[in-house]
C-alpha cells in the first residue's frame, strides 16, 4: 500500500524482453534497505523486487501487468516516478493507494496557468463512473484531487512542487498514463450496484 506521494525519480537502464519482463531502473535509495520480493510504485504500478545492488533494483513485470499499464512502452531511459509502500505509522500524505492499476488514461489538454499545470484526462469508459469532483485518483502513482468531471474527461492541476519532483510535470497532450481510482469509490459503487 502507498500514499501516491512519489519520493524519487528513477530511470529504466534496461528491459530483458522476456515472459517475465525484467526491468531494472537507477535510484538514489539506500537499495541496501530494499529486501528482495519488496514492493516499490513504479508509476503507479506496484511491482516485486527480483534483484538489486548499489544504485539500482529490478523488478519483474508480467505480461498481464504490460498490457494494462503503461510499462509496455517503456524503453531505456523512460524516467518513472518511484515511491517505497507505507509503513504503520507513517504519515498517509495523499491517499490510500494500492497500485493497482487500473487502466490507462490520456492525456487531452496540458496548460500551464499560473505556477501550475493543468491537466485534462479522458479515462477508459468503465472507470468514468468512479471518478467525482474533489475526489481521488492515482495518476502514474501521484495522489491528485480532481477538479473537475465531464463524461469521461477529468482534470487536475499539478502544483509546481509536483510538477518538479515527479514526471506529471513532463505530461502533454497524446501522453498516455497509468489511472488508479480511489479506493472507496470502488467499494461504494459496489455497494450501490448490489442495492439495486
Known amino acids: 500500500m502507498f500514499t501516491g506521494i512519489v519520493t524519487e525519480i528513477g530511470e529504466v537502464r534496461a528491459i530483458a524482453d522476456r515472459a517475465d519482463g525484467r526491468i531494472e531502473i537507477t ?6 534497505e530494499i529486501a528482495i520480493g519488496a514492493s516499490i510504485s513504479c508509476s503507479g504500478a506496484c511491482l516485486s523486487v527480483i534483484d538489486k545492488a548499489p544504485g539500482w533494483f529490478a523488478v519483474a513485470a508480467s505480461a498481464e501487468t ?10 531505456t531511459g523512460t524516467r518513472v516516478n518511484l515511491e517505497r509502500p507505507l509503513k504503520a505509522g507513517d504519515e498517509l500524505g495523499g491517499h490510500i493507494v494500492l497500485g ?12 500551464l496557468v499560473n505556477d501550475s499545470l493543468r491537466l485534462e484526462l479522458e479515462s477508459p469508459a ?7 469532483p474533489k475526489g481521488s485518483v492515482a495518476i502514474d502513482g501521484v495522489s491528485m484531487t480532481v477538479n473537475t468531471v465531464d ?4 482534470g487536475v492541476n499539478v502544483i509546481a512542487h509536483t510538477r518538479a519532483a515527479t514526471m506529471l510535470g513532463t505530461r502533454a497532450v497524446g501522453d498516455a498514463v497509468n489511472l488508479e481510482i480511489d479506493l472507496l469509490a470502488r467499494y461504494l459503487a459496489r455497494l450501490i450496484e448490489e442495492k439495486t
Open 151 to 154: 463524461g469521461r474527461l477529468f
Open 100 to 111: 493497482h492499476v487500473d487502466g490507462i488514461a490520456k492525456v487531452t489538454a496540458a496548460a
Open 66 to 75: 504490460r498490457a494494462k499499464t503503461t510499462l509496455a512502452e517503456w524503453t
Open 126 to 132: 468503465e472507470l468514468a463512473r468512479f471518478i467525482a
Open 27 to 32: 535510484t538514489g535509495m539506500d537499495t541496501a
